[in-house]
Nanobody
C-alpha cells in the first residue's frame, strides 16, 4: 500500500496563492498518474489536475491558467501551485497516485487524507 501525505493547505485571501504538496511512500514498483481532486461542502469530488509520469498535464477548466501541477519523480511527490485563488476554490483537496506493485500488475489508485483550503473574500 502507498501512503500519501498532503501538506500546504490553509486560509488565504482571495487573489492569494498556496502551494500544496503530496508525498508518496510505501511499497510499489512505480507510480503512473498523480493528481489532485477537491470536494466542497455539499458537492461531489471533482478533478482539479492530473500529471503523468512523463509530465503530461490535464486541468479542469475552472483552474486553467491559475493552477499548475508538477511532480518530482525522484521524491514521489506531486505539487499544486495555486494562484489567483477565489472563494469558490474553497474545498478539501485530495491527492491521488496510481501505483503498480509489479511491472505486470494493473495500477491501483490510492488517496491522501485531504487538506483544507479556505479562500476568504
Amino acid at each position: 500500500q502507498v501512503q500519501l501525505v498532503e501538506s500546504g493547505g490553509g486560509l488565504v485571501q482571495a487573489g492569494g496563492s498556496l502551494r500544496l504538496s503530496c508525498a508518496a511512500s510505501g511499497r510499489f514498483f512505480s507510480i503512473n498518474d498523480m493528481g489532485w481532486y477537491r470536494q466542497a461542502p455539499g458537492k461531489q469530488r471533482e478533478l482539479v489536475a492530473t500529471i503523468s509520469s512523463g509530465g503530461s498535464t490535464n486541468y479542469a477548466d475552472s483552474v486553467k491558467g491559475r493552477f499548475t501541477i508538477s511532480r518530482d519523480n525522484a521524491k514521489n511527490t506531486v505539487y499544486l501551485q495555486m494562484t489567483s485563488l477565489k472563494p469558490e476554490d474553497t474545498a478539501v483537496y485530495y491527492c491521488n497516485a496510481d501505483r503498480k506493485l509489479t511491472y505486470y500488475s494493473a495500477p491501483v489508485r490510492d488517496w491522501g487524507q485531504g487538506t483544507q483550503v479556505t479562500v476568504s473574500s
